[in-house]
Every structure is written in C-alpha cells, then in structure tokens.
C-alpha cells in the first residue's frame, strides 16, 4: 500500500491576495470622493436630519400615547417638536419641549406643502397619539439651486425624498 502526499492542498497564494487587495484599494479610492460629497453636502445632511427629527417625534408620540406639534419657525429658521400633555402625562399644565432642529444658512424651506395651506411665519403640523398625522412635504434648497422634496406618509412610520421638486399628490 502506498501512501499520497499532503501536496494536494488547494488555495489562494499570497501573491494573488496582494493583488486582489490592491484592486480593491483601487476601487474604494475611485469611489471615495463621490461618496464624501454626498455625506458632506449641507442640503442632504439637513434632509437626513429632518427625517429623523420627523421619525423620532411620531415614535415619541405613539410611545406616550400623546399627541405632539412640529413647528417651523421662518424667522429663527427652526424646528421644534412639543409633546402635548394629556391625562396620563406628569406636566399637565405646560408642553414638554422634545427636541429643536436648527437649519444652516445655505438651506431655505422653501414651501412647506399640505392639505390646509400655511398663511402665518410658524408652519404647525399635528402627530396623533398612534403617530399618524396629514400628508405634508417640505421643499428644501440650498444656495446651489439644488432642490429636494420631503414627502411625509400620514399613517406609516415613512418619508418619501425626491432629489427635485416634487410637489404633493393630494
């Protein structure tokens, strides 16, 4: 009986994982620059904010089981959301601030779209208890002329983002 030897091993050699890790060097290196323009683009940070500033009041409200305001203020450029006491709430008598969102001053909201126009400085939208609330969009610019539309679904936890203006299907 005659016995093989081990030699029959199958594998990579470390030249081909050199050469295999260069050419992913290369490809992340080529890619790199566009996706730091994305993550570093004033508009599209500001979206991303205000979509989880957005998300993080209707779960607020549904986890309290209040309802709750987002308002936009033109002047000082902020949003804010206030939780409203209800029965079950500790402050009854005053509205627990839950958190303020201010905008750079590259980026404008230009029109804040719903079902019942806006007439004042202050934009107000109302979360029900369950987090539902009216279909509204927010359209962003910035000073490139760059445009994005915020479309806010009334019953599910979702936002809609367009990269133009989008105006709202009523």
Not at 29 to 37: E, F, K, M, T, V
Not at 49 to 77: G, H, M, P
Request: proline fraction near 6%.
């Amino acid at each position: 009986m005659t016995r093989k030897p081990d030699n029959d091993c199958s594998g990579f050699t470390l030249l081909e994982l050199i050469v295999v890790a260069a050419i992913i060097g290369i490809l992340l290196s080529l890619a790199a620059p566009p996706l730091s323009a994305v993550l570093s683009d004033p508009l599209k940070q500001s979206t991303r904010k205000i979509v989880y500033f957005l998300q993080n009041a209707r779960s607020t409200a549904a986890a309290e089981q209040s309802f709750c305001t987002i308002s936009y203020n033109r002047d000082s450029r902020q949003l804010s959301s206030r939780l409203v006491p209800n029965k079950t709430t500790v402050a009854k008598d005053r509205k627990a601030l839950l958190q303020t969102l201010s905008l750079p001053e590259s980026v404008n909201i230009d029109e804040i779209e719903v079902l019942h126009p806006v007439t004042t400085d202050e934009f107000k939208i109302w979360i029900g208890p369950q987090g539902h609330t009216q279909p509204f969009a927010l359209h962003l610019s910035d000073a490139n002329n760059s445009l994005i539309s915020i479309h806010v679904e009334p019953i599910l936890l979702k936002s809609n983002i367009f990269d133009d203006y989008t105006p709202l299907v009523k």
